[in-house]
C-alpha cells in the first residue's frame, strides 16, 4: 500500500494563478482532510470529506475548494493564488473518528 | 481561540533520559486526544491516543497521560533516543457528532546524544 499519495511536493504560483493540490488514497478510507501548516502554527483544516460525494468546510476554507467524486481522490483547487496562501499543505485520511494517515505534504509559495 | 495549546515550543534532553511534552486543552467536550510525531518534509505519524475514559495508556517506551480535572495531557518518553527527535503534536476531538481533529502549535524535541 501506498498509503496517502500527494502531488507536486513543491510548487511555486504566481499571485492571481490558480492550481489543484492532488491526494489520492489507497487504503479505502472514507475520510479524507486537507490541513495546513503555516510556520511555527499547529494544522489547521482547510476541508474535509466523509465519504464520496460529500465535502464539508473546516476552519479556514476560503479561497479554495474541494471535490470528491470518488473514495480514493480528493483534489484540493486554490482559484486565485495569494500570498497569504503560502504553506505546506498536508492531505490526510482516516477510516473513522480515529488516527488520521497523512502524505507526505506539498510546499506551496505565493509570490 | 485556541483550543488545544502546546507551551513550550521546544524541549532538549539529552539521549537516555526521559522526555515529558505537555499539552492543554479548553474544550470540555473533548473525549479523544492523540499525539502525532513529524519529522522535516514528512507528514505526522501517529504516536499514540488516549480515550477519556483512561488516565493512561502506555505502548513501549511512550506513556500517555490523561488529567481531566485539570484539562492537560503529557507524553512521556523514557528513554529518549536521538531518534525521537521531531515535532510532536497534540491533537483532540469532541464527542459532539461528527468531530474533526484539532491540533496544537507542537513540540520540537532535540534528544542529544
Known amino acids: 500500500n501506498a498509503g496517502v499519495t500527494q502531488t507536486p511536493k513543491f510548487r511555486i504560483l504566481k499571485i492571481g494563478q490558480s492550481m489543484t493540490l492532488q491526494c489520492t488514497q489507497d487504503m479505502n478510507h472514507n475520510y479524507m482532510y486537507w490541513y495546513r501548516q503555516d510556520p511555527g502554527m499547529g494544522l489547521k483544516l482547510i476541508y474535509y470529506?466523509?465519504?464520496?460525494?460529500?465535502?464539508d468546510k473546516g476552519e479556514v476554507p476560503n479561497g479554495y475548494n474541494v471535490s470528491r467524486s470518488t473514495t480514493e481522490d480528493f483534489p484540493l483547487r486554490l482559484e486565485l493564488a495569494a500570498p497569504s496562501q503560502t504553506s505546506v499543505y498536508f492531505c490526510?485520511?482516516?477510516?473513522?473518528?480515529?488516527?488520521?494517515?497523512f502524505g507526505s505534504g506539498t510546499q506551496l509559495s505565493v509570490l | 481561540d485556541q483550543q488545544v495549546k502546546q507551551n513550550s515550543p521546544s524541549l532538549s534532553v539529552q539521549e537516555g533520559r526521559i522526555s515529558i511534552l505537555n499539552c492543554d486543552y479548553t474544550?470540555?467536550?473533548?473525549?479523544?486526544f492523540l499525539w502525532y510525531k513529524k519529522y522535516p518534509a514528512e507528514g505526522p505519524t501517529f504516536l499514540i491516543s488516549i480515550s477519556s475514559i483512561k488516565d493512561k495508556n502506555e505502548d513501549g517506551r511512550f506513556t500517555v497521560f490523561l488529567n481531566k480535572s485539570a484539562k492537560h495531557l503529557s507524553l512521556h518518553i523514557v528513554p529518549s533516543q536521538p531518534g525521537d527527535s521531531a515535532v510532536y503534536f497534540c491533537a483532540a476531538r469532541s464527542n459532539s457528532g461528527y468531530s474533526t481533529l484539532t491540533f496544537g502549535k507542537g513540540t520540537m524535541l532535540l534528544v542529544s546524544p
Open positions: 474544550n470540555s467536550m473533548f473525549d479523544y
Open positions: 470529506s466523509v465519504g464520496a460525494g460529500i465535502t
Open positions: 490526510a485520511s482516516s477510516p473513522g473518528q480515529g488516527e488520521l494517515f
